[in-house]
C-alpha cells in the first residue's frame, strides 16, 4: 500500500448483528443445553450446507417464503440460495439419504438461517434454529418422547413456570367431520389459531366471511376452548362422539401421552391439553406441542412444534412420517433476559491469575494450569500492569475471583485468593488454592 | 396441489455436503473440544454475520481471494457477500466494539465460511473455521499463551505423537537485515516457505530469479534450516549478531516461550524451534505457529498461527497487535480418521432401551430418565418390534448396551442389560442398573 489508505466504515447489514461475547456467552449456553438433552435421548447431530439449489427451497415454501429468499447466480451460473429454515434441507436430506440410514431416524440440526424479512418488529434477518425430530415411524412414542424432551430441555435450562401445551390434528379433524366442515379445514383452522387473541366472536366471524354458519362453526369452536381437567375433557369428548374413529385415535393417543407423564413421575401441570392450538398450516397431522412461559406468555410460544405425515413428498416417493419440535433460540434469550436469568459475562473465565512481573510467568502459567484440571475457567492477565488495573479488568469482564502473587508470596509458595464479589481475600498453600476457589464459587 | 406433482431431485450443489451423524458426531466432538479448552484459558465465544457488505470482505484480500467470494446483490440492492474466512469479519468486528469492549480483548468464533474454490482437490466450498485470538497487547505471554492452548486442545483431542513448530519473525527479519534483503523480504519469505517441499538448491534459484545472489541467500538459508537443540540454536544466532536488535528481541521472545513450556512441566520435545517457518504471507510480524502430526506430517499443519501488528488498519486508525491461531478442523478430522482414532457411531446414545409393549411405555421411558440422570445417553425404541429387530437397530447404530424388559421382567421389576460388543447379559434390579451399566462401559 502506498500512501494512506481511505478506511472503510466498520458497518454490519441491516438486519443483522455482530454478537460480542455478552450476547454470545447466554447463547453459547442455551445451545449447550439444547445439544446435550438432545444427545441424552439418542437424537444425533446432522447438518446440511447453508446454500442449496434454489428450487430445493423454493418448491414448498409458497409465495411467501420465496420473497424472503436470498437467491443469486453463482460463479458457475446456478440459481442457488441461502436456507431459510432446517426442515426444507433437511426433507431433501431425508429423501437423499434415509434409505440408507434407515428408520426410525432421530437427528437434532442447530444452525443459522436467512431471511431477508422487514426488520421493524425486531426481527432479524439472520438467525437460529434448533431442531430436533424422530423420522419414519408413526409410534405415539415418538409424540410422547418430544413432549418429555421439550420438559427436560426448560428445566435444565432453569425454568420451572412453564406449560407445554398439547393437542392433536386428529381431534380437531374428528369435529370438522362432525360439524361437516372437512373441506374447510384450512379456512377453520387458520381462523381458530387466532382464537386465545381475537376471542370468539371475531373468530365466528372470519368463518361467515368463508361461508361458515355460526351454529356449525360453534361446534368445533366451543369443544376447542373447553375449559377443565384433562381426563374430564377427554371424557366429555369420548361420549359425545362415540363412534368418530378420527377423534377417538386422536383421544387414545393424548391419554397414552398424559399417563406416561404420569408415570415420569413429572409435574403434570406443565402438560396441559389445549384443544384450541392448531398451529396454522396444513403441515401438522398429528400431536401438536406449544410451549409457554407462564411469566410471559406474550412473548408466545418458546417450543413448538407437532407431528406431520409426510416429511418429503416433493423430493421422495417414500413416505416419511414424523414428529418433532423446535426451540426458538432467539425469542427464548430475550425471555430469559426479561425474566433477568441472564448473567452479564464478557468472559467464561471464573479466576483471573493476575500478573506481577513476567519474570514469574512460568508459575502463573503453572497455577492456572493446575486450577483448569479441577475444572476451573482461568485466564492469566497477559501484561504486569497495576494490580488494580487487572482487577478493573476482572470486574469489567465479570471474573468471580482473582489469584494473586507477587515477590513475596511466590517466595514462599503462596497465592492470594480474592473473591471480587464479597471483596474478601486469604492466602493458601498451591495444594489448598483450587479447594479454596471451590468454596469460594459454591459461597 | 392438484393432480401428482413432479419431485424435485434432492441433490446438493458441488463443492457442498450433508452431514449425516457418522460425519456430524466426531465434527461436534472436536468442536466441542476446542470450545472447552479456548473457555479454560479465558477466551469469550464471538460471532459475526454470514453476509456482510462486500467492501467489508474485499477490501484485504486482494484479487486471489475476490475471485473466490460468493458476492451478490441483496432484496435491497446491497453488494453483499458470505464470508470467506473469520479473520476479516473479526478485523470489522474489532474496529467496531474493541473501544467500548476494551482490551486486552480474548476471543474464540467457529463457523463455516464459504469459497467458490476449485473442488478438484476435495477441497470443500463450505467448511468449518475455529479461531482464537488475544487482541490489544504485544506481550509476550499472548503468544506463549497460543502454544500452551495448541498443546492442551491436541492432548484434549486424544493425540500425543505431534509437534509445535515455532519461529519468530523478527529473527528472519533480522537475518534479512544481515543480508541487506529487507526490501525483498517478501520474495524471499515466500520462497523459504517452500524450503521443506523443494529443497535449498530450488529455493536459491527461486531467489536468484529476484536478482537476490545466492551467497547472500544463503546466510538467511542456512540459519533457517538450521538443526540442533533449541538453546544452541538461539545462543549460535546470539552470538553471531550480538548488536542486531530486531533479532534478539526475537530469540528473547522465543527464549521465554520455552522457559515457561519447562516450567509447566509440559513435554519438551512438543515444542520445537524451526527458524524455517515463514508462513508466506505479510500478515505476521512476531511470533509463528504450525503444528504437525508425526504419524501424518504429510497433511500438513493442523493449528497454525502467529502475531501480527496490525489487525484492524482497514477499518481503524486505532492500532491492534494480536496474536493467535486456527484449528483446521476438516484437515484434522481426516487425519483423525486416518490414524482410526475416529468411531463409527451413529447415534450419540450409549444404551437402547428395547419396547416389549407400548402399553409399558410409561416404565420405559421412566428407567430412561433413570439413566440419564446418571449421565448416560439413553434413547427408547418407539416400536414394539420384535427383539431381534430391536437389537440389530442398536448394532447398526453402535449402541453399545441394550436394556429389555418383558412382561416377565416388569412384574419383577427387573432389567435385563445385554453388552452388545461382548454378546453377554445379566438381569438387574432398577436400583443396580446404572451402576451395573457403567461397569460394563468401563469394561
New interface residues.
Given amino acids: 500500500m502506498t500512501g494512506k489508505?481511505k478506511?472503510?466504515?466498520?458497518?454490519?447489514?441491516?438486519g443483522?448483528?455482530?454478537?460480542?461475547?455478552a450476547l454470545?456467552?447466554p447463547?453459547?449456553e442455551v445451545l449447550q443445553t439444547a445439544?446435550s438433552v438432545y444427545?441424552?435421548?439418542?437424537?444425533?447431530?446432522?447438518?446440511?450446507?447453508?446454500?442449496?439449489?434454489a428450487?430445493?427451497l423454493t418448491?414448498k415454501g409458497g409465495e411467501e417464503s420465496d420473497?424472503l429468499i436470498?437467491r443469486?447466480?453463482?460463479?458457475?451460473d446456478?440459481d442457488?440460495a441461502?436456507r431459510f429454515d432446517l426442515t426444507v434441507p433437511f426433507a431433501?436430506?431425508a429423501?437423499?439419504?434415509i434409505p440408507k440410514?434407515?428408520t426410525?431416524f432421530?437427528?437434532y440440526a442447530m444452525g443459522?438461517v436467512?431471511r431477508?424479512e422487514n426488520t421493524s418488529h425486531g426481527r432479524y434477518?439472520?438467525f437460529w434454529q434448533c431442531d430436533f425430530d424422530?423420522i419414519g415411524?408413526t409410534?405415539?412414542?415418538?409424540d410422547?418422547?418430544v413432549a418429555?424432551v421439550i420438559h427436560e430441555l426448560l428445566v435444565t435450562l432453569g425454568l420451572e413456570r412453564f406449560e407445554i401445551r398439547i393437542n392433536n390434528r386428529l381431534i380437531l379433524n374428528g369435529l370438522l367431520e362432525e360439524a361437516g366442515l372437512v373441506h374447510q379445514s384450512v379456512a377453520v383452522l387458520r381462523a381458530l389459531d387466532k382464537l386465545p387473541k381475537v376471542g370468539m366472536e371475531a373468530v365466528l366471524e372470519e368463518m361467515a366471511g368463508h361461508g361458515i354458519p355460526p351454529q356449525t362453526a360453534r361446534l368445533v369452536l366451543e369443544w376447542a376452548s373447553a375449559k377443565g381437567e384433562t381426563d374430564e375433557i377427554l371424557d366429555r369428548l369420548a361420549r359425545a362422539f362415540p363412534t368418530n374413529q378420527t377423534l377417538n385415535e386422536g383421544i387414545r393417543r393424548l391419554r397414552?401421552l398424559f399417563?406416561?407423564v404420569?408415570?415420569?413421575?413429572l409435574p403434570m401441570e406443565r402438560f396441559r391439553l389445549d384443544l384450541a392450538i392448531a398451529r396454522g398450516l396444513d403441515y401438522y397431522t398429528g400431536t401438536i406441542y406449544e410451549t409457554f412461559l407462564l411469566d410471559l406468555v406474550g412473548i408466545g410460544s418458546i417450543c413448538s412444534g407437532g407431528r406431520y405425515d409426510n416429511l418429503?413428498g416433493?423430493?421422495?416417493?417414500q413416505k416419511l412420517p414424523g414428529v418433532g419440535a423446535s426451540l426458538g433460540v432467539d425469542r427464548l434469550l430475550t425471555a430469559l433476559e426479561e425474566l433477568d436469568q441472564v448473567g452479564k459475562k464478557?468472559?467464561?473465565?471464573q479466576i483471573?491469575v493476575t500478573?506481577f512481573d513476567?519474570g514469574s510467568?512460568?508459575?502463573y502459567?503453572?497455577i492456572?494450569?493446575l486450577l483448569?484440571k479441577d475444572g476451573?475457567?482461568?485466564?492469566?492477565?497477559?501484561?504486569a500492569r497495576k494490580i488494580g488495573q487487572q482487577l478493573q479488568?476482572a470486574e469489567?469482564k465479570g471474573h468471580r475471583l482473582a489469584v494473586i502473587a507477587g515477590p513475596e508470596e511466590l517466595s514462599v509458595g503462596g497465592w492470594k485468593l480474592k473473591n471480587l464479589f464479597k471483596r474478601t481475600e486469604c492466602q493458601f498453600g498451591e495444594g489448598e488454592l483450587a479447594q479454596a476457589a471451590k468454596r469460594e464459587l459454591d459461597s
Fill in positions: 489508505p478506511l472503510i466504515e466498520p458497518r454490519t447489514l441491516k443483522f448483528r455482530d454478537y460480542p461475547p454470545m456467552i447463547r453459547e445439544r444427545r441424552a435421548h439418542g437424537f444425533a447431530p446432522m447438518d446440511t450446507p447453508a446454500l442449496e439449489y428450487e430445493i418448491g420473497r436470498y443469486f447466480r453463482d460463479q458457475g446456478r442457488v441461502l431433501r436430506f429423501a437423499l439419504h440410514l434407515g426410525p432421530k437427528r443459522p436467512w431477508g434477518r439472520e424422530t415411524t409410534a405415539n412414542a415418538a410422547i418422547e418429555l397414552e399417563l406416561v404420569n408415570t415420569c413421575g418429503a416433493v423430493f421422495t416417493q464478557e468472559t467464561p473465565a483471573l500478573q513476567s510467568l512460568g508459575h502459567y503453572r492456572a494450569s483448569r476451573f475457567s482461568v485466564e492469566v492477565f497477559p501484561e479488568y469489567k
